[in-house]
């Protein structure tokens, strides 16, 4: 854990260069626009520990797969998320040495990202080892108004002397991935482009053919006035820039202006690239720094208008929600829906792939309640789209007749992973794509997207349980064999309570689908039966045969459900009773001691009771949560929001936020000793979960609306919007008093604390 | 399956150039000599699809290990059996073109591996493309009687010219391993000297720092005459050769002798590497090719009159039998105990290491029954020696105290292996290395091995065990979790019946080595409780509540011990329902359903029986036998012999004689289509295992050898030697009786079919 940085409402603050937390730095200052991002390296060289990363996204690389020994259905690769063309270099030369902060004097140092307006500044003074002092202010982002957009402010002012600085703005397409698994280079040159103060690079990724043109425009202000500049062209391989010897004077600064456009075959066809790219960045430049950031200020203000949280009282978890939503708003825009939410978005390479069912399970509820319904729609298209792809997925592993197994890690519907306790076993995750369906029409009330959509994908999964349970005769019941559950610190186990029991859920979701596609759509329902041969009769008859005598172990004496059968025979021993040494157990224990212990490494019976709370009385919530927090380690960033929300439920308020602080911060301290490796994007979906489900108690039952807050009392209030079926809902709750105020015209029903109210238009209720 | 080579009661013989089958001859015709081994590639240059293998006995490098995801206490390295100094190279040019049989027309090719005489021949009339055309005829072998010593005899006639052949005979240490993880080289270059028609390479591996000498000396003989000969040195980097023009008259063959010395490292030091080669060298030239082939017959007759299993009516399964009693005689000779048997032995790179638990289960009954007790003690020693490190290993993993786990695979002791299902939980090898112990004094008598190696053994695998279970309350027995049996086709199973039993036996073996260094050599005992802090009544108090109180799973109801825990609730449906185009499974089927199958790789359960067959009733053996026979798919080659022993011990002899089959001719006719990577050596052992010990029903029991013979309906007869205790037992089935024979002088004690005989000193008797 480190906490080297400054709390601050609305930024991240770092003060003082400190190299050895560079890394660190680079992943949690990163911008994005949901079409690309960029991790905080530095504008000018730096030979220090660093690790680059500009990303574009959808654009991958199907790195030939790593793996000791080969397992029949591994995935012959890995798609990685590809460091593309760096789009950010300004080298600046005094006196023919480069300026690098590793090699120079550095004081005033000072990163600072500012959430509110969406960019990056920082600033410094180094001296170089001639003596030589310059102050550097520099400020980018990554346009939300223009995906396609990016933008440099970078100022240099020469402190102790008048003589000349050289400026090389660049563009590098020469990079690699520090994850690549065979230290192959991912991209070859197509075009290379220098002319005058202008460059491009368009790069291809080998195997995928993804197209992606970089371009770049700068100009250089001194005195506020644009200059005329004397480039020297300098293009070798993919690396293409412009040199220019600038006369400064002392204290006059100097101001470089980069308008980038980053442009992919993804959606644009390869011959138009270049084009467009040129045309891009001209109308970057025309509009001009100042303009593309009060653009961006004004986009930005709309987001936080939308999914703010406010928490007075304290301002480091005030940062770290923000923080959070921030980096959600930058990863995924909901624009396209062949794009997704990467575990580390765009702050690094790390976990490669895309999708993992952490989209479905933990960032859906925050995209559907701060966004436009398109924006959660898409998400779910997505796996629409991927469908073909995850039924050809399961007839690898043996399985057939249109039956679907999602992959675990994906970039275009074909699986990544190739451990086979997950990739084959760990296959909960097709519950969880079910479930997101199921979510999504529960807040929306869409439910017509089971016609176009959903049903299609619900028959495909439920057709998979049911291949996949088998009966037992001694038991004389449905089991399931061989199964990791969502606690990974279990492999290969039998009748895993929570897969078993979301796969009873699925079967009976989507026998209540096809009854509503068939009552709603008629026509529409025989055409899908007959697109997938679809014996109803036989398979809906099955379906009931499975889901109604399906095992799901338990222990009657202890009133709970078994995480997996024999679950009681390990060694039961409370988290609190492991020494501090021990700890992350993933880090210090060999696997198989991590397996055979008791420990769990995220929520697994409580996830499932979490998904489908309303089941389950409250006495047997309480019972499997005493039961199983005090064995639950949390080493997955995935857990503890779950374990909020049903603290919080269960009026452990105390808990509840002790919870709560171990994801509110992950990132920004560090906890888990990897932010260096990039954010963990998906888990800061849990963190608002953690605040608008857990504090706030917030459920959707019957089309209304639901809230039941707490307030820890270490805050003096918290407060956030929710956006529902076309209205706005603000919550806020003091010590005293919660706030309902609907912020819409029209009226909405609204249950608070068990209460149903009519919260009229633009009217508000305290209780 | 394929069967393209002659069946002959003494030779392996190939008719016919088949390039397609190629690498599966060469590992089919390797020749080795325990110490050095060498497939059969071909001396001159071959363009055509081939596995290069030339090996040295002990010499490994640690290429680093390739895993797809980390666990933490996996091994960084997997030691790999490394292609050395290709010493068999002897190129041929006719008209400036290489002879090569890729690009020949190739008539009358043969390919012969001399078992009796131990040594491998090939002939073949080759065209060129310009319709040169030349007889080949080549001999060559690894001298049992000096095991640093090769030698070649090469002839070359023209058959319709006369001209000129230009022969290069050539060492070359510039050669890669196929499965190296990195595509590395592993040897650096020391030393490569080339003079006149002796050359010398001395190569030394990285990071290990192994050196071996490679020296040659060569002459070529015309109408036997040995000629001088003007030389042409070829040097470059580890490749030393010397090109001779040679003028040839048609018809008249010209012959090369090439003798050469392999010295490594271990055996003398690298200043003296140099010398002592040159000195081996010269004394093989000076004893001359045919006086070295010889004394090569005369050892190899001796090996047979020890190891010999004559089958009389059954061509294919004589040569099936010597086939394996050769090659096992060519990997392992006891001479040293720092080496082991590998298990591809000499004869291609798979599976890297050098020992598995092969060694202790499946092949020290062949080498304790077939050579002197010291060949067997040496394997043991090797363990011995390997204490410290399985010490360490354990350690890696958690366990302390002194306990040990050996490791699956190993060359210096080190864990090698890196899966975690097998590396952290196929521990029952640490019982095996156990039962090596046990097996060799019950065979030997030897009882004293305990006093100076066996009891530190015995008591750090006991300590293992005593941490490795847990009480489980809700059982109230000790349980083991966490483990993979020898089945590998279950992986994480809680309460493996054939672990838990063995981990208990282990624990009472310990107790009693312990009683008897005790009463035996009580300074030693005393001197081994304070080395290992023994702390003598608490360990042994804790032992025995464990073995006396482990849960070792069974079904009242069938009378059968089960696999696992659970095991009765898969689906249950015999192998023999399985359909042609799911086999082998572990090829057709994903990890997955491979696992959650009911199928069964090799020998578990009944693999315990074998072991502790004496405790267990036969009801009881035939109950389990029957159910789990038909649901083992014997996908290990190490599965069949089991079974062969125990269906002759239930009387079962045709179910016995198909499992015999599945064994006998497994790389003589490809059955696993991966003949190719090599040859399955300690599965050799296994076959001699299924004649002795299932046929011949052979048995130790208090200190007396017992024989209960069968004869399979479709053989005339069957005999085999015996070494026991210093003397010599022949065994001889007919379909009439039983001939046991008492080679030696002293009178032997006997039973045989349950009857207890007194063998004279030289006596018979037939029943």
Redesign the interface.
Known sequence: MKEYLQHDEWSIIEKGFKPEYNRISESIFSIGNGRMGQRANFEENYTGDSLQGSYVAGVYYPDK?????W???YPEY?AKVLNATNWIGIDIEIDGKSLDLASCKVAKFRRVLNMKEGYLQRSFVATTKSGKKVKVESKRFCSIVDDEIGAIRYAVTPMNFSGTINVTPYLNGDVKNEDANWEETFWNPVKVVVKNTRAFVIAETKKTGFQVATGMKFEIAQKGNIGKLKTSKIKTGMYAGASVDVPVVKGEPIVVYKYVAILASLNHLPKDLLDRCKAKVKQAQQIGFAKLLKAQQKAWAKKWEDSDIIIEGDIAAQQAIRFNIFHLNQTFTGVDERLNIGPKGFTGEKYGGSTYWDTEAYCLPFYLATTEEKVAKNLLIYRYKHLEKAIENAA???FDKGAALYPMVTMNGEECH????IT??EIHRNGAIAYGIFDYIRYTGDKDYLIDYGAEVLIAIARFWAQRV???A??NQY?M??VTGPNEYE??V?NNWYTNYIAAWCLEYATEAIAYVQSKAPHKYKALKEKIDFKEAEELANWKAIRSNIYLPEDKERGIFLQQ??F????LEPVSALRLEDRPL????????V??SCYIKQADVLQGIYFFEEKFDLPTIQRNFDFYEPLTVHESSLSPCVHVILAAKLGKQEKAYEMYLRTARLDLDDYNNDTEDGLHITSMAGTWMAIVKGIGGMRVYDNTLHFNPFLPTSWKAVSFKIQFRGKTILVKVTPTETILENLSKESVAINLAGKALELKGEGRVAV
Chains 1, 2 share one sequence.
Do not use: I
């Not at 797969?65 to 020994?69: A, D, F, I, S």
């Open positions: 797969t790593k793996v000791g020994w397992k029949n259905g890995f690898k592993l043996g190739n451990e086979w306790e084959f076993e088998h009966f037992s001694p038991r089991v064999h061989g492999n290969n039998n059968e024999g009681l025979e390990k060694a993933n880090q210090k224990w060999s696997w198989d001691r397996l055979r």
